[in-house]
C-alpha cells in the first residue's frame, strides 16, 4: 500500500515554462510535507516545505500548494531553468518523524 | 556547511558476507535516517534513530540491523548480504527532538551504491 504517490514519473517542459509535480497522498495522518531534488550521483537535498495548516508556501521560483480534502499537493516551478532538471521527490511526515517518500518525478527543462 | 558523509561511493560483496555501511554527520543532529531508493520504489525507511542507542523500524528493516554508539554516527549493518539487498543506500540526519520540530528538512549524504553478487 503506497501511501505518497508520484503519478507522473517523467516531466517535459521548456526553458521559462511553468513546470508543475504532482503528488497525492493517503493517510490522513500526514501532517507536514516537503519537496527534495535530486541530481545524479548526489543525496536528496531540501527544496521547500508546508505544514498542513498552510494551503501555500513560497520561496523563489518554487511554490507547494496543499489541498488536503483532496489529500493532493503539487510543486509549481517558475520560470523553469535547464538547471532545475532533476528528480523530485514529495515527502509526507507525521508527528513521529517518519518521512514517507514518493517514488519521484524525473523533470527535464529544455533550453 | 551541513555535512552528511557516507564511507563508501560503491561496494560490491558476496552473498553471505556481512556489510557494514557507516554514515556521519557533523551538524549535532539528534536524528538520523538510512534508506534505500530503488527505481520505481522510491526512498524507503530501513531504520531510524532519535539518539545514541536508540533505533526504531523503519517500513523495511528486514534483513538489516542498526548500531549508533555515538550522536554523529549511524551504522546500517547487513548480517548476511543477499542478492536482493542490491540498492542505493542513503543516509540522512535532521535536527530537533520529538514533536513538531522532528519534521523538518533531512539532510542527505551522496549515497552508497551496493552490489550483492
Known amino acids: 500500500d503506497q501511501q505518497v504517490k508520484q503519478n507522473s514519473p517523467s516531466l517535459s517542459v521548456q526553458e521559462g515554462r511553468i513546470s508543475i509535480l504532482n503528488c497525492d497522498y493517503t493517510n490522513s495522518m500526514f501532517d507536514y510535507f516537503l519537496w527534495y531534488k535530486k541530481y545524479p550521483a548526489e543525496g536528496p537535498t531540501f527544496l521547500i516545505s508546508?505544514?498542513?495548516?498552510?494551503d501555500k508556501n513560497e520561496d523563489g521560483r518554487f511554490t507547494v500548494f496543499l489541498n488536503k480534502s483532496a489529500k493532493h499537493l503539487s510543486l509549481h516551478i517558475v520560470p523553469s531553468q535547464p538547471g532545475d532538471s532533476a528528480v523530485y521527490f514529495c515527502a509526507a511526515t507525521t508527528n513521529a518523524g517518519k518521512s514517507t517518500f514518493g517514488d519521484g518525478t524525473t523533470l527535464t527543462v529544455k533550453p | 556547511d551541513v555535512k552528511v558523509t557516507q564511507s563508501s561511493r560503491y561496494l560490491v560483496k558476496r552473498t553471505g558476507e556481512k556489510v557494514f555501511l557507516e554514515c556521519v554527520q557533523d551538524?549535532?543532529?539528534?536524528?538520523m535516517f538510512w534508506y534505500r531508493q530503488d527505481p520505481g520504489l522510491g526512498l524507503r525507511l530501513i531504520y531510524f534513530?532519535?539518539?545514541?542507542?536508540?533505533?526504531e523500524k523503519g517500513d523495511i528493516p528486514e534483513g538489516y540491523s542498526v548500531s549508533r554508539e555515538k550522536k554523529e554516527r549511524f551504522s546500517l549493518i547487513l548480517e548476511s548480504a543477499s542478492t536482493n539487498q542490491t540498492s542505493m543506500y542513503l543516509c540522512a540526519s535532521s535536527s530537533g527532538t520529538s514533536g513538531s520540530s522532528v519534521r523538518g528538512e533531512q539532510y542527505f549524504g551522496p549515497g552508497t551504491r551496493l552490489t550483492v553478487t
Open positions: 508546508i505544514s498542513s495548516i498552510k
Open positions: 534513530s532519535y539518539d545514541v542507542k536508540m533505533k
Open positions: 551538524m549535532d543532529h539528534e536524528n
